[in-house]
């Protein structure tokens, strides 16, 4: 099979395309240029996507003697990722960019040219598990990426590797070691990739400007404090408030909801933050669609905990998902991924929650 690897410059990437090779299948490595000013990426164990990782997955490439190409997707990338991130932080949303990087750029502009130059499949050190077409968990559960996976269609994934979702990590730095990969012990990437200092608030204000607005406190009413702009909260938030007065049960307050029409950042109680209904928008499914309704694990974080739940069609072909136990700090922009055991079946972006559980 004549496969496309795409090296990140991280020690994952590097030891999945080895192991494509090692498959007997004809590789090419391929890195991505997602930046026209790519020395302005973080680099090192905050870095992902910069001129390091440009020449760690060239290394990489020539240590395994694959062939190996930059292409620059930087104007793609700028458009589908970081515009899409200011717009839904401005729409006081929170956005997943690692999910957006995978489904408009590493599964449909790569694996669209890929395709279009011959090649059968996309090699990615992504953690999760192809079994007969479907999705599944990774083994190691702590670096488990099938929630950021789950936005693909069947036809990509059919064109999808991933040859790490077996694997545990501490075994994979092993194996690059072994392999004499220079990055097997390259810290991981961490955050926002097109943020180099890792200040997201600060990074949307030199984009969207200051638009002060008030913070509110849901119980009373009262305006308890001001911020600069109301992207740069999101559902759950505790740190950063700058609350100028005490909560009257003198306990922490959290974001419950930003309105960025009114610039208002309302306030409240962690029990404010539980919610037992989510509703979404149309659902993508990652093979057959399930006949609805039906029960399901719902993972709405990257690294968030699957709840058990009851998952119908809403009235505007969305979904509607009740809660067995109540979740907290759910975000409008979040994405919501439906498992079943292990097994991934699809995901739909969150549109907004229902009732509030304690209520």
Known sequence: MKVLAALSGGVDSAVAA??????GHDVTAVHLALSSTPAALRSGARGCCSLEDARDARRAADVLGIPFYVWDVAERFGREVVDDFV????????????IRCNERIKFAAVLDRAVALGFDAVCTGHYARLVDGSLFR????????????????PWQLARAVFP??????SQVRREAQ?????????????????????????WLRSHLGDQP????????????????????FTVGQRRGLRIGTPAADSRPRYVLDVSPVTRTV??????????STVLTGAPTWCGPAPSLPVRALVQMRAHGEAVPSYVELSEDAGLRLSLDVP??????????????GDRVLGSATIERTGEVANS
């Open 18 to 23: 080895a192991r494509a090779v090692d498959a």
């Open 87 to 98: 717009a839904e932080y401005a729409a006081g949303r929170t956005p997943n960019p690692c």
């Open 138 to 153: 990774a083994v190691d559960a702590g670096k488990d990426q099938s929630y950021v996976l789950a936005v693909l269609a």
């Open 164 to 169: 790490l979702g077996d694997t545990e990590k």
């Open 178 to 202: 072994a392999r004499g990969l220079a990055v097997a012990d390259k810290p991981d990437s961490h955050d926002v990739c097109f943020i180099a200092d890792g200040d997201t608030a600060g």
């Open 213 to 232: 607005g008030p913070i509110v406190d849901a119980a009373s009413g009262a305006v308890v404090g001001a911020h600069d702009g109301a992207y740069a």
């Open 266 to 275: 309302t306030v409240g109680s962690a029990a404010d933050l539980d919610v």
């Open 327 to 340: 979740a907290r700090g759910i975000a409008p922009g979040q994405t919501a991924a439906l498992y079943d």
